[in-house]
């Protein structure tokens, strides 16, 4: 075997990579002191930290699994349902009023006058948000209409209130984003920084207020919320 | 007769679970649980620069999920009102961005790493490239619907978190003048204010916070909102007072005295001011 160490690297196409190690900084530099004496002898050496802690944003819509308790300790229990925001709505005949009964040849006595339609009782959706980013927004828009065929119902008819003052849910328009509302910085465990941590939880609860002249049908739509802390 | 039987079941079996898999669209649907960071980006760049990122993207569900990642643009009000568009506004710079992919599948308590690199042309001018990374969840089941059963109004609901790129070109700055305090009515609440204007050609932010006494000479912190001031904006911002070490609301006594500094990105402002 022949030739300088240089010679083999470079037969071996490390070279380049070896110039690139040597150029690269030290990961850490260690501080060595020493004390020759006389006694007492004390030495020093110092040791510096740099700690980066990123901005983080976390939004859950639904019944999830990550959350197991509330401010109150006692929040939605953690399963993996899917969460779709669902109403019944049944007529009601004039005049006794009478609910008239699924299937064929029922009969029910009618007065001829228009039947009325009440919803089934309000849906409930756990929110929550944590972050330690300042300010968190939240929007809602109707990405897609309530609609069944032609016919749709205006994703006006839906209403949403929350159960937190602290983390309100925005008023979804027909078309378009939602105002902006914001979720007050602070919650349980913030008190470090409460003017840049949030966590937050809430459960709002959709309500369908039905009206005689929407055509029967199917009605699906999809509405999303957005997270920001711009 | 045996074997061509097993044969078919064999070849039968993983046609059914593709079939099965075929017929249930909503197997990978579920809550969102999503974090990301980080949730904003203020970065710098220069003409035909490449910047890359990196975000992380985190689901705490217990089941895998997936999420979509996409550009959309977005304005932002001198009061605060945020709005987002999936169509270019003018000059948006989201034909500069380049996204590792569309979809993401996070596993359950897992997260993933998501890049993008922003191309800046060699023909941009001084100023700041704003955009959003939208994260959202994949269509959730809309064959829940049909599953229901009697359901005549279905609405799922889906999350989305929208992270923030800030991009300083060619050396843009902010410039936050304080044009004046005084006192809003904010929500229903009467709140001490500042009104900052921006006069340079990136956003900027207010840090910091003043030290107050209300009129029965309680002591607390008075801390402006942090959101952005964009350039050429003129914003009013809330002080919200804070007790160290205290998460409720302080409730303060009027009129309201405060002093200290109020720090932005390149500077300072000095108050010394009474909100009556």
Known sequence: MTGTPLYWLRRMGLLPLMAGCIALPPQARAEENFDNGPAPMTVQARLDFSIRINKFIFLRVGTGGSFTGAE?????????????????????????????????????????????????????????????????????????????GSNTIPMTAISITSSSAQFPAPVVPATGVSPAVNVAVGGAGTTAAPTLLTYRTANWTFAYTPSASVPAGVYSGQITFTASAP | MMWPSLCRLRLALPLLGLVAALCNPVAHAGPFEIAISPSRFELSGRNTQRIGQSMDIQNLGGTATEVSVRT?????????????????????????????????????????????????????????????????????????????????????????????VYMALNGAQPQLEMRSVGVKDIGGTRKPVVT??????????????????DGQNKSFELVPEG????????????????????????????????QGTLDWDRGAFKVNADFQ
């Open chain 1, 72 to 148: 109150s300790g006692t929040g939605p229990a953690a399963n993996g349902t899917i969460d779709t925001v669902s109403f019944t709505t049944s007529a009601s005949i004039p005049a006794v009023p009478t609910a008239a009964t699924n299937g064929v040849n029922k009969p029910v006595n009618w007065s001829g006058g228009a039947p009325t339609f009440t919803a089934s009782a309000p849906v409930v959706l756990p929110v929550e948000v944590r972050s330690n980013a300042g300010q968190v927004r939240i929007t809602g828009q109707a990405t897609t209409p309530l609609s069944s």
């Open chain 2, 72 to 164: 959309i643009d977005w304005t932002y009000s001198p009061e605060g009102h945020i709005t987002y568009h999936d169509a270019l506004l003018p000059g948006s710079c989201r034909p500069w961005v380049t996204l590792e992919r569309k979809l993401v599948r996070v596993p359950a308590r897992g997260k993933a790493a998501f890049r993008f690199q922003v191309d800046v042309p060699v023909d941009a001018q001084r100023g700041e490239c704003r955009f959003m990374l939208a994260v959202e969840g994949v269509e959730p089941a809309h064959k829940a619907l049909i599953e229901s059963g009697g359901a005549s109004l279905s609405l799922p609901v889906n999350g989305r978190i929208a992270v923030a």
């Open chain 2, 196 to 213: 900052v204007h921006n006069s340079g050609d990136a956003h900027g932010r207010l840090d910091g916070s003043l030290d107050a006494t």
């Open chain 2, 227 to 258: 959101t952005p001031i964009l350039p050429g904006q003129t914003r009013t911002l809330p002080l919200t007072p804070r007790l160290a070490g205290q998460t409720k609301a302080v409730d303060p006594a009027w009129p309201l005295k405060a």
